[in-house]
């Protein structure tokens, strides 16, 4: 038995209604991963990617159980515990966009109003004055370009990346941990 995470819509994938927890779902096809059978992740960090709504589950797998580094898959699974994660989304996807911002030379008051406040009624004007500003870094860099620069940035995009993504999954595993009452390091 594998403890998971895994994220539920209104329905699961193939239109069945999401479970009640503690009840069994049992894949009778064949088990492939990212094809057939019930799919979790052992890290609630890698379950994001493959949300098709915003109720976390915490799952137990069971049965023939195909793993590759981010997901598995397996015959059966059933839901342990449950959260709706919308306004923790919500939360962590500000931060993120928060702990970018040493990029940016100048944002506007309006979108730091937003990512600090998460204040739905500034949402529109935030993601409008962050598109402009986008588009407007996207056209100088286009102008600047040369090959040693790229490969510069490439390299160091690279390392930021995955130094963002590292700090980025601590941060959702603490979110995690809160909403579940889990140990902090009780996530993975």
Same mark, same amino acid.
């Given at each position: 038995m594998i403890r998971a995470w895994h994220f539920v819509g209104d329905t699961l994938r193939d239109g069945r209604p999401? !479970?009640? &927890?503690?009840?069994?779902?049992?894949? /009778?096809? !064949?088990?492939?991963?990212?094809?057939?059978?019930?799919?979790?992740? /052992?890290?609630?960090? &890698?379950?994001?990617?493959?949300? !098709?709504?915003?109720?976390? $589950?915490?799952?137990? $797998? &069971?049965?023939?159980?195909?793993?590759?580094? &981010?997901k598995l898959v397996c015959r059966r699974r059933r839901i342990v515990a449950r959260k709706d994660a919308s306004e923790g989304l919500r939360?962590?996807? /500000?931060?993120?966009?928060?702990?970018?911002?040493?990029?940016?030379?100048?944002?506007?008051?309006v979108v730091l109003d937003y990512l600090m406040t998460g204040d739905e009624a500034m949402r529109a004007a935030a993601r409008d004055a962050a598109r402009d500003a986008a588009w407007d870094a996207a056209r100088d860099a286009a102008r600047a370009r040369d090959a040693a620069r790229d490969a510069a940035r490439a390299a160091a995009w690279d390392a930021a990346w995955d130094a963002a993504r590292d700090a980025a999954r601590k941060d959702w595993h603490a979110l995690v941990a809160e909403a579940f009452g889990l140990p902090k390091g009780g996530v993975q």
């Open positions: 999401v !479970p009640k &927890d503690g009840v069994w779902l049992e894949h /009778r096809g !064949p088990i492939l991963i990212g094809q057939s059978g019930l799919h979790a992740s /052992r890290d609630a960090f &890698d379950a994001l990617q493959y949300a !098709p709504g915003p109720v976390l $589950c915490l799952v137990e $797998c &069971d049965g023939d159980l195909i793993e590759q580094s &981010d939360y962590f996807a /500000r931060m993120q966009a928060l702990s970018t911002l040493q990029y940016w030379s100048d944002p506007p008051d």
